[in-house]
């Protein structure tokens, strides 16, 4: 198979992958207990106005026609409008979904980084204390849950040391007294672009401790992987070849062997970083960070299934997406794979 065919078969996979999810999604709501247009009408509504919202809303009509209409404006764009917000769904969640990534992207930087130099350490340190220090590190970042991190972190950071901000994206005050020019979404990003230093402060120590709770499990799962590839490639004839002629041993392992183990840790960093896109819910609940998780959270607690089924199939696309790029990535850079 060539390299080309590899990757138009990818592609064809990830369009049939997002299909099943949207269908399943759309199911799966339609099974739930509950009544979206008496939702959409609120609480204190007539029988008559929810009747009026059914037929609004298209709930009168079959499944299979609700269905067929449904994939149809998804495609074009049209996901609907939430039940709560009372705006386009698309719209919220492109709302919203700024500052998720930046504290996805912060998380997963610095998750990587120090997850492929201590992967690294323990590699080269195996059997040594500071490989079973590390080890115990990583066990723990993955094995942590979320929630209870978060809680931690507050409490050390915040109620013992007094250092950085509980919860929320800004400080009241700083907002007030210096404005953020809105251009990216990201708060610390547009406070750099535009120059606006104490904003730029204010969020960057908001930022911290969500960072820090998100970036726990992949990190762990990073150094894991870096460790146990590392190992593999040491182990390879043309490592010890190039010990036995004197290679200097930095060389050695950042020159040759992490270039030759860094396939599965760019598999790993690509899959951690959709499952943080659903890891950060909790973060953001606990955190009051207002991104996608703190809006699908809300959605849910309302019954809100146009945005419940949104969130789903913008999650769903980001985790495929991430996957196929990684693929190809693999693929162009060892043809092996597009051949197998």
Known sequence: MTIWAYVVRRIALAVLVLFGVATITFLMVRIVPSDPAAVYVGSNARPEQIAQARRDLGLDKPLYVQYGI????????????????????????MHFLPTSLELIITALVVATIVGVIFGVTTAHRKGTWID??????????????AFWLALMLQIAFFRVLHLLPVAGQSDIFVAQAHPITAITGMPVVDALITGNWPAFTDSARHLVLPMLCLAAYPMGVIMRMTRSSMLEAMGNDYIRMAR????????LLYKDALKNAFGPVLT??????????????????IFAWPGLGYYATTSILSMDYPAIM???????????????????????????????
């Open 132 to 145: 079973l220090v590390m080890r115990v590190f990583s066990t723990g970042g993955v094995s942590i849950p």
């Open 310 to 340: 949104g969130v789903t199939i913008m999650v769903a696309a980001a985790y495929v997406l991430v996957n196929l790029a990684v693929d190809l990535a693999q693929a162009f850079l060892d043809p092996r794979i597009a051949l197998s």
């Open 70 to 93: 449904y994939m149809k404006n998804l495609v074009k764009g049209d996901w609907g409008d939430s039940l709560r917000t009372k705006r386009p769904v698309l719209n919220d969640i």
């Open 268 to 285: 790993v960093i690509g899959l951690t970083f959709a499952y943080s896109l659903t890891g950060t819910f909790f973060v953001e609940l």
């Open 244 to 251: 036995a002629l004197g290679v200097p041993p930095r060389t």
